[in-house]
């Protein structure tokens, strides 16, 4: 039986909201525990450090990120890991989420001026407290907008989620569309929904970007 597109459909629609919010706050965490350390691997002193997070970072930049969930999803359970959507995406898009700002903090870290690091290194200062009292104030500083600005990607991202079941915003949308035959009002409002949670955020990036450019 076709439902008619009304306002509980829409309301079902937003709903998914929720899911996408929570996911994306998840998996941004997650990844950003995760790609501190490969950051600092990354610009460690030792070579199999460095190669491995490289080796770590090009991989899951180098392929989609809806191979990387099937991974997840489907590719684990022969190893007897059977995880449910919710798992299977948090550890897929946090994994995501590491490689891509692992390699946003790597290029703030390498940004500050070298000059800095040799009068540090100059004074005495060991590795770990370079990094801690002179580097990383700077390069998280450095490292703000890009960061906020993977957060849109990353919420945009989290519409893949649905073709493994996982219902967030868009999967909802599919529902409601598929219910109802109104795809393009579905559609229509999933996208005006993305667009709310997302351009607060680009005009965000663009204003942090903007102040840093004028300081320096």
Same mark, same amino acid.
């Not at 000059?115 to 002179?134: C, F, H, K, N, P």
């Given at each position: ?15 998914? *909201? ?5 996911? /994306? ?65 948090? *550890? ?16 703030? *870290? ?22 801690? /009292? ?50 393009? *009002? ?31």
């Amino acid at each position: 039986m076709i439902r008619q597109f009304g306002l509980n459909e829409a309301l079902s629609i937003l709903s998914g *909201i929720e899911s996408t919010v929570i996911l /994306s706050f998840i998996a941004f965490v997650g990844g950003g525990i995760f790609g501190g350390i490969i950051a600092l691997l990354r610009t460690s002193e030792a070579a199999p450090l460095q190669r491995f997070a490289a080796i770590y970072i090009d991989f899951f930049q180098g392929t989609p990120l809806l191979m990387q969930l099937f991974l997840v999803f489907y590719g684990l359970p022969v190893f007897g890991l059977h995880l449910n959507p919710w798992v299977a995406v948090t *550890i897929g898009l946090t994994l995501h989420a590491s490689a891509f700002l692992g390699e946003i903090w790597r290029g703030g *870290i390498q940004a500050v001026p070298r000059g800095q690091t040799e009068a540090a290194r100059a004074l005495g200062l060991r590795y770990r407290d370079r990094m801690i /009292s002179v580097v990383l104030p700077q390069a998280i500083r450095l490292s703000i907008a890009p960061t906020v600005g993977f957060l849109v990607q990353l919420i945009k991202g989290t519409s893949l989620a649905a073709i493994i079941g996982f219902v967030e915003l868009s999967r909802s949308a599919q529902i409601a569309a598929s219910t109802t035959y109104k795809p393009l *009002i579905a559609y229509g409002l999933a996208a005006i929904f993305y667009f709310v949670l997302c351009f607060p955020l680009s005009r965000l990036s663009a204003g942090l970007e903007r102040r840093l450019v004028v300081r320096t």
